[in-house]
């Protein structure tokens, strides 16, 4: 089991910036891959920016260049930093891990970008 808390979100202007943040407990050196996940209303829940099981990381293309996903292995957290943020980003954002191809979500971080 982990558990995943995420801090951070709130309301900014198109052009602010924003860092995210999720701590993980319990189970923590099972887990595969970590991630950020967005849902904006209406819409599927798709993948923001994660770690691969290598180590490596993958964004989606429409946040390339603007965000950036890092992890403090000491404080167990993952962090997501978004700048040149967009009315389009506006989602609830979930931090996610995966151990053996489950999947363990945080409660969500409501990220709105309007002026």
């Known amino acids: 089991q982990v558990q995943l808390v995420e801090s951070g979100g709130g309301l900014v202007q198109p052009g602010g910036s924003l860092r995210l943040s999720c701590a993980a407990s319990?189970?923590?050196?099972?887990?595969?891959?970590m991630g950020w996940y967005r849902q904006a209303p209406g819409k599927q829940r798709d993948l923001v920016a994660g770690f691969t099981s290598g180590g490596s990381t993958n964004y989606a293309d429409s946040v390339k260049g603007r965000f950036t996903i890092s992890r403090d292995n000491a404080k167990n957290t993952v962090h997501l930093q978004m700048n040149s943020l967009k009315p389009e980003d506006t989602a609830v954002y979930y931090c996610?891990?995966?151990?053996?191809?489950?999947?363990?979500w945080g409660q969500g971080t409501q990220v709105t970008v309007s002026s």
């Open positions: 996610n891990a995966k151990i053996f191809g489950v999947n363990y």
């Open positions: 319990g189970s923590i050196f099972s887990i595969n891959v």
